[in-house]
């Protein structure tokens, strides 16, 4: 299969980059694949290296090295993850053979998160992708019958194939749009033992209060039903696109991984134009996600965009509190995944560029402070009193291990 990859950017010009093109698979289903870029694109002066750190601008050919992709991670990036690989399986009829990660690309086009196109001929239209946020309710309701397998077919699930087949993770959700800006829409998931949207709402607004840079949210009540607007990074305010790449690819974490914050913050230093801001704002949450107990701290949840300025950090996303009653964080902090105690969150500080013992200090305890009104958040994020009660233990509890 070969490919086009185009790229809009950040003016919304949209340029063709490169070629990918994957072998069919092989007796096991291990595919090959490479990838070059265009020779206009590398006389681009605007042009930049979709990977910096694995596709540097050159005339060579790469290969993908990813036997169960075909594709480098970059590219894959630009998928959904579970639920939206379901629903493009529905809408297309997939059979299982039929899902590999090429064949995916191809049908998502240019209707995927970020500023990447895939296309066998032609051009892509540049167009936002989403729904009228006035379908919201609707979008719910589809997506909840949808998730529980009820009895629906493609003609009526037709809205939510136009909104929901490219956000990542696991939970029902939905690109969505008004005359403002473009959101990700994040409902309740039939599957939910406690309020998450809402508690996703509230640690968000905590992360704003504990001095993170986070994406504009928004909790909406849709009658019984309650959603929350994610605002995207990756559409800008003029229409463009901001190019997107996740710290899993970065760091070639493929399948089950071993990796910690110490991992990132050397990518950071030899990709980001302002490593020193970057690295700071990565520890701050690193201590919020350690105190409010975000163990679900996966390498596709930190993100580098690429602007017309270079690459940094994304604005933090998907923060939630212990929902899941995990021991042990996805990511390591020092040596361990279990929670660190208050000399561990110390002593990380230096490889995150704080040398000074008292500026590693403001940082705990103003993200501290900030934790520490939990429940006037959790109340105004109306999380259920039985819920609240639950994940407010456990919060408080962490909190007391970095009382100072």
Known sequence: MMLTVWLTLPASEVVKVGELAIDDPDARGS???QFRYAP???ENPKAFPLDPLHLPLSADIFDADRPHAGVHGVFEDSLPDDWGRR???????LGRKDQRIP??????GNQGLGALSYVEEGRPDLKTTGVPLRHLQELALLAERFEQDKAVDNDELSLLFQAGSSPGGARPKALVKDEIGAYLAKFASARDQLDVVSMEAAAMELGR???????????????????????RFDINEAGGRNHMI?????????GYYYAGYRDMTEVIRYVSTQ?????????RQMVFNVMIGNTDDHLKNFIMLHNDEGWRLSPAFDLVPNI????????RIGYDNRPPDFETLLQEAGHFGLKRRQQTLEVIMEVHEALSEWSTVFAACNVPERDAESIGRDISQRLKKYLR
């Open 31 to 33: 595919l090959e694949g």
């Open 275 to 283: 490593p020193g801001r970057d690295l700071q704002r990565l520890y």
């Open 209 to 231: 209060r504990a001095g993170i840079e986070t994406a504009d949210t928004r909790l909406l009540a849709l009658d019984s039903r309650k959603c929350l607007l994610v605002k």
């Open 324 to 331: 899941g009653f995990n021991r042990e964080h996805v990511l």
């Open 40 to 42: 206009e694109y590398l």
């Open 87 to 93: 629903l493009l399986a529905r809408r297309y009829k």
């Open 103 to 108: 064949q995916l690309l191809r049908l998502l």
């Open 246 to 254: 996740s710290m899993q690819s970065l760091l070639k974490a493929d």
